[in-house]
Antibody, heavy 120, light 108 residues
Framework: EVQLVESGGGLVQPGGSLRLSCAAS????????MNWVRQAPGKGLAWVSR????????TYADSVKGRFTISRDNAKNTLYLQMDSLRAEDTGVYYC?????????????WGQGSLVTVSS | SYVLTQPPSVSVAPGKTARITCGGN??????VHWYQQKPGQAPVLVIY???DRPSGIPERFSGSNSGNTATLTISRVEAGDEADYYC???????????FGGGTRLTVL
């Protein structure tokens, strides 16, 4: 059974930093492209970032580009999201998600999410 | 950037058929995927590549994609199908993942 367990969320002041982690099990982690998807309170899903299998190719949503950094440690089966210069609008639940295999990108397995609250 | 448009809400009686649409410019040339999210839970993939069902998803869930509209169809709707549904595609020009705004399905 695939399990993705996020951690590292919490309350942070505007302008602050936070690092999320996602521990993966039940799959060959190094074979999967990975994503972060977030959801503001009462709002819809919003894609944040994706990362290829060896960690060398990244893409970011315009809203987080230059402030967030996605990375991975395949030896530890762990995905990360370093979030800097946080803003109130970054508040929400952050999901760690694997991509399914194929020509087009889709989100296959989801973690339960980690809540990030940016507030003074 | 590419935009996916969903109706905010759809209502259906138990046992009837629910259709949730996802509009986009020439969307039939894209591959559309659908997710179900129940309150307090993470999303679950219910349809991928327009019409394929992951293992464990009931046959009552089906998808289609034509022209400027992709559609998720849920037949013989049950109370347990009440949830938010999101469509999603990948914009290969920008390498960005795009979600629709979501549709709340209410079972009357």
């Amino acid at each position: 059974e695939v399990q993705l367990v996020e951690s590292g969320g919490g309350l942070v002041q505007p302008g602050g930093s936070l690092r999320l982690s996602c521990a993966a099990s039940g799959l060959t982690f190094s074979s999967y492209w990975m994503n972060w998807v977030r959801q503001a309170p009462g709002k819809g899903l919003a894609w944040v970032s994706r990362l290829n299998t060896d960690g060398r190719s990244t893409t970011y949503a315009d809203s987080v580009k230059g402030r967030f950094t996605i990375s991975r440690d395949n030896a530890k089966n762990t995905l990360y999201l370093q979030m800097d210069s946080l803003r109130a609008e970054d508040t929400g639940v952050y999901y760690c998600v694997t991509e399914g295999y194929g020509e087009y990108v889709f989100m296959e397995y989801w973690g339960q999410g980690s809540l990030v609250t940016v507030s003074s | 950037s590419y935009v996916l448009t969903q109706p905010p809400s759809v209502s259906v009686a138990p046992g009837k058929t629910a259709r949730i649409t996802c509009g986009g410019n020439n969307i039939e040339t894209k591959s559309v995927h659908w997710y179900q999210q129940k309150p307090g839970q993470a999303p679950v993939l219910v349809i991928y590549y327009d019409s394929d069902r992951p293992s464990g998803i009931p046959e009552r869930f089906s998808g289609s994609n034509s022209g400027n509209t992709a559609t998720l169809t849920i037949s013989r709707v049950e109370a347990g199908d009440e949830a938010d549904y999101y469509c999603q595609m990948w914009d290969s020009d920008t390498d960005h993942v795009v979600f629709g705004g979501g549709t709340r399905l209410t079972v009357l």
